[in-house]
């Protein structure tokens, strides 16, 4: 991988043997008169790939959860105090900001009387606000119960593909970007979610639009992702519980200025000082 567009990159080394091979198809080629238009070389994988995917929830648990091992966060809840009331689960799901309600909705639509659904009365009261009420002091204890269901596992899993994930993934393949740009749209929306707020997803890209093109629209895709990490820094420094911007200064620049775009391992990281890595 290069800084520059797919179109500048050099080409790939052929061994002694896949060069001898190619001239002879190319001579017999010749010879009968014939023309045999190259194989366009496959693309790289998306961050839908399921190895780019394993990657991408090890990253956003190293930044959430100071862990690489993802699953283990199934389990976890706190306040962490940024006025979202309860942060949870696998992608921080908070009783502030409805995804949460929707979570635990989906899993009693899908197994009645478990042992969230009590909550779902207060969830809905509590959404908008930091507020306990109703869910103190036996909600962190029955979600970590319900963290041991694998239906609670598998509706965690459905709503991170649903509401962050895949409109990500979509949107990053729209504008023409790799699994790099895939992954900082993801990484943007889990924190700052998708709504009209300036710091929101679809806000910092619009924000580096204005100075940068996608390679949908002809830019080179290095340039636009600065521009992107750019607006994103920004973001996260207009709420105290976000201005540490090491997951993005220590870890998607680190990709970027190596060239990473298509966020092949190995990768080595830092979060908050932290050091990272997957082989």
Known sequence: MVHADRSSAAPAHLSRRTVVAALGVVASGALLGTRRAAAAPAAAPGLDDPAKKETAMKLVSSAENSSLDWKAQYKYIEDIGDGRGYTAGIIGFCSGTGDML?????????????????????????????????????????????????????????????????????????????????????????????????????????????????????????????????????????????????????????????????LNTPLDWKVYGDSYHIG
């Open 102 to 262: 929707d979570l635990v909705q989906l899993y009693t639509d899908r197994k009645p009387g478990n042992v969230l659904a009590k909550y779902l009365p207060a969830l809905r009261k509590v959404n908008g606000t930091d507020s306990h009420a109703g869910l103190d002091p036996n909600f962190p204890k029955d979600w970590a119960k319900a963290a041991q269901d694998s239906a609670f596992q598998q509706a965690q899993n459905d709503e991170r593909d649903r509401v962050y994930f895949n409109p990500a993934v979509a949107q990053g393949k729209t504008d023409g970007l790799r699994a790099l740009g895939q992954f900082a749209y993801y990484d943007a929306i889990v924190m700052h979610g998708d709504g009209d707020d300036p710091t929101s997803f679809r806000n910092i890209r619009a924000r580096a639009l204005r100075s940068a093109k996608p390679p949908a629209q002809g830019g080179n895709e290095t340039t636009y992702l600065n521009a992107f990490l750019d607006a994103r820094v920004w973001a996260m420094k207009q709420e105290e519980a976000h201005s540490d911007t090491s997951r993005v200064d220590t870890a998607q620049r680190v990709f970027l200025r190596k060239g990473n775009l298509d």
